[in-house]
């Protein structure tokens, strides 16, 4: 029997996420969208997030099965997977829709965010940088429109992929 649960994290532009996280063992489904804005708006446009004005982030929802992944691993998945030592950025790409977050959907997961950040803080490989992800209760999520969902697999363009920065 599937135990359903969710996972919701930003980590620059959807694409690379939405890509790793849909090949993970476990997980059910994938989709990307904004969170996190501070203008009331009913299903933002991308034109709208990437004007820096609404305070959205692209991020993705994961749809997982916690009998087989655990909240705790997507948490490593999604350190390892970009940098979160740069403000609103991930190489290229400069915005605050752009930003490193964590937005947990219950206290049992504010729990293991904190725990997570915990654990990873002492292994980046540069100690002049801090890690600067958000770790902040999840707002509505509005899904991305439809060319941005599974934008990877549809026409094999990414965004720019994070190196690693922990040991």
């Known amino acids: 029997m599937i135990k359903e649960e969710k996972a919701i994290f930003a980590m620059g532009c959807f694409w690379q996420p939405d890509y790793v996280f849909s090949k993970v063992k476990g997980v059910i489904r994938t989709r990307v969208g904004y969170i996190g804005g501070h203008v009331n708006l009913k299903n933002p446009t991308y034109e709208q997030v990437c004007s820096s004005e609404t305070g959205f982030a692209e991020a993705i929802e994961i749809t997982f099965d ?3 992944i655990t909240y ?3 948490l490593d998945l999604f350190w390892t997977n ?3 030592t740069q403000m609103n950025r991930q190489g290229p790409d400069i915005g605050t829709q752009y930003r490193s977050a964590i937005f947990y959907l219950e206290d049992k997961q504010k729990k293991q ?3 997570s950040l915990k ?4 292994n980046l490989l ?7 992800t958000e770790i902040t209760k999840a707002t509505t999520f509005y899904a991305a429109e439809d060319y941005h969902q599974k934008f990877l697999e549809k026409t094999g363009r990414s965004c720019h992929i994070a190196k690693n920065v922990f040991k």
Not at 119 to 122: C, V
Not at 126 to 132: F, G, L, R, W
């Open 126 to 132: 540069d100690k002049s940088k801090q890690i600067i």
């Open 113 to 115: 965010a904190l725990n």
């Open 119 to 122: 654990k990873w803080r002492p």
């Open 72 to 74: 705790s691993e997507l």
């Open 82 to 84: 970009h940098d979160p």
């Open 66 to 68: 916690s009998k087989i």
